[in-house]
């Protein structure tokens, strides 16, 4: 699959840096320093682009920008009718302090509202950045760690699930995109264990259905 990585910055870069080593073709983009994509791209075996490149020809977006930068990314994409976009994008305010949409929308609503012709898929943004690469060098072994994604769009949700499964995780579908109102309040309580707790960032989480 080729995938358009938009914003390419801490968990931007490692994902589609997963998603090459997994063999999606994948072509970076949206960085203020193109010396950084150009260098991660070929350390990939990936692509640059300008972020209508990276749209326009993938099939999958992923949008990996802070909340403040979308207005100026989807400014330079063009034309997105059809395409799935994943998002991992937490809606916070400029100093990262809080949630600006919470309880009655979430970050991924509110995008798919902006894009309403495109298939939002909400996904990736539970897990810190930083337990990507060893949760995609261990793929193979047995208990993998969940990760949860939702959205409103069959299809979009079946290639996000497999794309979920490349990079290690066992796919948990936490249902409609408006589910995306629980995953983003969780995933500060993720950051809070990963980045304000002493047994440091690298860290996922596995759900089990004892009754099953
Ligand atoms: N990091 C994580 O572990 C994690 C986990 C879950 C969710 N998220 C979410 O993912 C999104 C990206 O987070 P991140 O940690 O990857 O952030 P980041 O490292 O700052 O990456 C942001 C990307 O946007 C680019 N960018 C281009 N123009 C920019 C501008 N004018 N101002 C700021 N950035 C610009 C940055 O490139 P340059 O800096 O090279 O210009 C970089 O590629 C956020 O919405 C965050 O909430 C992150």
């Known amino acids: 699959m080729r995938i358009g990585i938009l914003g390419s910055g801490l968990i931007g870069g490692k994902l589609g840096a997963v998603f090459a080593r997994a063999g999606h073709e994948v072509i970076f983009s949206y960085s203020r320093h193109p010396e950084k994509l150009e260098e991660l791209a ?5 692509r640059v682009g300008t972020p209508h490149e990276a749209a326009q020809q993938s099939e999958l977006l992923l949008l990996a920008v802070h909340w403040s930068r979308l207005e100026d990314v989807l400014a330079q994409v063009g034309h997105l009718a059809g395409k799935t976009i994943v998002t991992c994008s937490l809606p916070m305010n400029a100093d990262d302090t809080g949630l600006v949409i919470a309880h009655t929308s979430s970050g991924a609503e509110a995008l798919a509202k902006r894009v309403p012709d495109t298939n939002v898929v909400s996904a990736f943004g539970t897990v810190p950045s930083e337990v990507l690469f060893e949760v995609f060098e261990a793929r193979k072994q047995k208990n993998h760690p969940s990760l949860l994604y939702a959205g ?20 948990v579908d936490a249902g409609p995109l408006r589910m995306a109102r629980y995953l983003e309040p969780f995933t500060l309580l993720m950051a809070q264990l990963a980045y304000e707790g002493d047994r440091g960032p690298e860290l996922a989480y596995r759900f089990e259905w004892l009754g099953e």
Request: charged residues 45%; aromatic residues 4%.
């Open 152 to 171: 409103d769009e069959a299809e979009s949700k079946e290639t996000v699930a497999k794309l979920i499964q490349d990079v290690g995780f066992e796919p």
């Open 42 to 46: 070929r350390k990939e075996n990936a």
